[in-house]
T-cell receptor
Framework: DTEVTQTPKHLVMGMTNKKSLKCEQH?????MYWYKQKAKKPPELMFV???????INESVPSRFSPECPNSSLLNLHLHALQPEDSALYLC?????????????FGPGTRLTVL | DQQVKQNSPSLSVQEGRISILNCDYT??????FLWYKKYPAEGPTFLIS?????DKNEDGRFTVFLNKSAKHLSLHIVPSQPGDSAVYFC????????????FGQGTRLTINP
């Protein structure tokens, strides 16, 4: 199973809402990532979890709150977002030092903030 | 400081011909270089990678060449097919430190029938 799954596929939320994005992988990967991608731009790293611990926060605003409940799951909790946060949110996983740097990406969640 | 650069925002190639996508980097400490293909509203799909100790890697229609002295890599697609039309991202990876992918800005490839 070389798949990373993400739910929901689409999400529309108001600026006062609280919502969560979910990501799951069953490849035994111990590094998981959240990226944000705007149109015509490369993916922009937000957070990295390594062995279920947050190892990198790329100065992301606190209205984005990541969580790694176990080695297969990664959540991104959203609260009080702004319209400019509308983007494609991508989850990825990486197999570690014995692999070639390849990250497997999920299909993404298309988020629209009204 | 953009460590990975794709200087061509777009490329148009006739079906059946060779597509060559280029990428330059500035950091000689990268361990791997990767190419991803992306369709709109989908996650990037891994295509092919190359270790920094090699100069060529081939997988079917896709070949990646690495020129370390020039800090340059290229992706060759032969023969090009309509389904290859997508945005291609070059990325670099270093094991030490953050272990994160550093992406180029992408090149939109269009294959014309």
């Amino acid at each position: 199973d070389t798949e990373v799954t993400q739910t929901p596929k689409h999400l529309v939320m108001g600026m006062t809402n609280k919502k969560s994005l979910k990501c799951e992988q069953h490849m035994g990967h111990r590094a998981m990532y959240w990226y944000k991608q705007k149109a015509k731009k490369p993916p922009e790293l937000m957070f990295v979890y390594s062995y279920e611990k947050l190892s990198i926060n790329e100065s992301v605003p606190s209205r984005f709150s990541p969580e790694c409940p176990n080695s297969s799951l990664l959540n991104l909790h959203l609260h009080a977002l702004q319209p400019e946060d509308s983007a494609l949110y991508l989850c990825a996983s990486h197999g570690g030092p014995l692999t070639g740097g390849e990250q497997f990406f999920g299909p993404g969640t298309r988020l629209t903030v009204l | 400081d953009q460590q990975v650069k794709q200087n061509s925002p777009s490329l148009s190639v006739q079906e059946g011909r060779i597509s060559i996508l280029n990428c330059d980097y500035t950091n000689s400490m990268f361990d791997y270089f990767l190419w991803y293909k992306k369709y709109p509203a989908e996650g990037p799909t891994f295509l092919i990678s190359i270790s920094s100790i090699k100069d060529k890697n081939e997988d079917g229609r896709f070949t990646v060449f690495l020129n370390k002295s020039a800090k340059h890599l290229s992706l060759h697609i032969v023969p090009s097919q309509p389904g290859d039309s997508a945005v291609y991202f070059c990325a670099a990876f270093k094991y030490q430190g953050a272990q994160k992918l550093v992406f180029g800005q992408g090149t939109r490839l269009t294959i014309n029938p």
